[in-house]
């Protein structure tokens, strides 16, 4: 048997960095002196490089005043490469906080000041310790693509991109993975740019700045459910709906600036400025407010909102027959073969290729949704493979950043009916490297 060491690089492998600048994202950092952060899970799941991040950037903003909101992207946007929707949201909270240390808050009690790490001053927070404690009981949502995944557990905390369920801060891995969530959350959304704005209508219709979110409460078994049946015939509970906050509107819903790949500089749409969105502030005056920003990425070529193509790559089956250099075959088509189990779909690779393989040919020859498929790539040659560099839990990327905590001011008598724009100031930055 020969296996060629080649890896041929598929585009459905994606790997980004979304920062933000303006407000100034954090990337989990806090007033540190080293270049590497110290820890990339102290608040929330970036998956960013770990040089990447404002240090400090803790500032108020007067209520209807002008936020230039700046950031760049990794990885294409509004270009044919990638399909891409880029999420703006903002939360307050009388606990929200930067923290004074670099560690995650603990989610054992009795490691916290008082026994209550909610109200612990010492640790950073966001989402606060019940919204986790939630998400960590609640079964997940089942109907999601996990490609050949291995979750190593049942409840929402474990997705795709998490199958581990590692905990960052008390952020809820499957409210961060999709948007718009169907759960309640703490996040108020203000707008989201996209290269499909045929789309437009479903995420502002479905936003839960305007739609009622509901969820299992008062229920009687140990994990929590999440939907209706579930949690009235099984959990014994009440479906209880959560009307959005009085006085929110919509979030707005534009086309995407456009960016290019493996590039964190400017824009084009406005000639040596980076991209950036005018946020209106909110008149709601709080002390303690985060901005965050979501970078849902996947291939161009990978069509996510066709229910098709996400039911067949999730399909699983427990028998899998595999000839000699790892390829699926059937027993007509190689007698030489051996069954194990593993997860597998019927994503149809050799199309994407151009090969125009049929459905049997697929199998018997590799073209399957995998991690790192081996694949015959001659069918006159059938014991020379080649590898496929195909990361399942990266077909399809959301990354994230958030700013440090900053406050939301009423306007003072002197000012008010004047139109105020903030002017901020960046701090230098090489490529992704804070200097």
């Not at 598929?10 to 980004?16: D, E, G, P, T």
């Not at 230039?68 to 939360?91: G, K, L, R």
């Not at 509107?249 to 500089?265: K, T």
Request: proline share 5%.
């Amino acid at each position: 048997m020969k296996v060629a060491a080649l890896l041929i690089a598929l585009v459905a492998m994606v790997q980004a960095d979304m920062y933000l600048h303006n407000p100034r994202g954090s990337n989990n950092r806090l007033d540190e002196a080293n270049r590497e952060r110290d820890n990339a899970n102290r608040l929330f799941d970036s998956q960013n490089n770990n040089r990447g991040g404002y240090n400090v950037g803790s500032l108020y903003y007067y209520a209807g005043s002008f936020v230039p909101v700046e950031w760049t992207n990794q990885h294409s946007c509004a270009d044919q490469n990638a399909n891409c929707q880029i999420i703006f949201q903002y939360m307050c909270g009388e606990l929200v906080r930067d923290g004074a240390s670099t560690n995650t808050i603990p989610d054992n009690p009795l490691l916290c000041q008082n026994s209550n790490c909610t109200t612990d001053l010492k640790y950073g927070m966001h989402e606060p310790y019940s919204y986790y404690l939630d998400c960590k009981l609640r079964s997940r949502n089942k109907g999601l693509f996990i490609a050949d995944r291995n979750l190593q557990g049942t409840s929402a905390i474990y997705t795709r991109q998490n199958e581990a369920g590692t905990r960052r801060g008390y952020e809820c891995p499957e409210e961060r993975d999709y948007y718009p969530y169907w759960h309640p959350t703490p996040w108020v959304d203000i707008a989201v740019l996209t290269n499909d704005v045929s789309q437009c209508s479903y995420y502002q219709s479905q936003s839960a700045n305007v739609k009622s979110r509901y969820a299992c409460v008062n229920y009687t078994t140990s994990t929590i459910p999440n939907n209706a049946a579930d949690c009235v015939n099984i959990g014994r509970g009440v479906w209880k709906e959560f009307l959005p906050t009085p006085g929110l509107s919509a979030p707005e819903c534009i086309d995407a600036l456009w960016s290019r790949d493996n590039h964190l500089g400017n824009g084009v749409e406005f000639p040596g400025y980076p991209n950036y969105y005018n946020w209106t502030v909110p008149n709601t005056p709080a002390e303690n407010c985060v901005f965050r920003v979501r970078y849902n990425i996947s291939t161009g070529e990978y069509n996510g909102w066709n229910s098709s193509v996400n039911g067949n790559i999730t399909k699983v089956t427990k028998t899998v027959l595999t000839n000699n250099i790892g390829a699926q075959a059937t027993s007509a088509t190689n007698p030489t073969v051996v069954q194990r189990n593993q997860a597998i779909s019927s994503l149809d690779v050799s199309s994407y290729l151009g090969f125009g393989l049929n459905t049997s040919e697929q199998y018997r020859r590799g073209y399957v949704f995998r991690q790192n498929p081996t694949v015959m790539p001659f069918s006159e040659v059938p014991g020379f493979g080649l590898q496929l560099a195909i990361n399942t839990n990266q077909f399809g990327r959301t990354f994230q950043d958030r700013s440090h905590t900053f406050a939301i001011k009423t306007v003072p008598d002197n000012l008010k009916g004047a139109t105020i724009y903030n002017l901020n100031v960046r701090g230098k930055r090489g490529n992704i490297v804070q200097v």
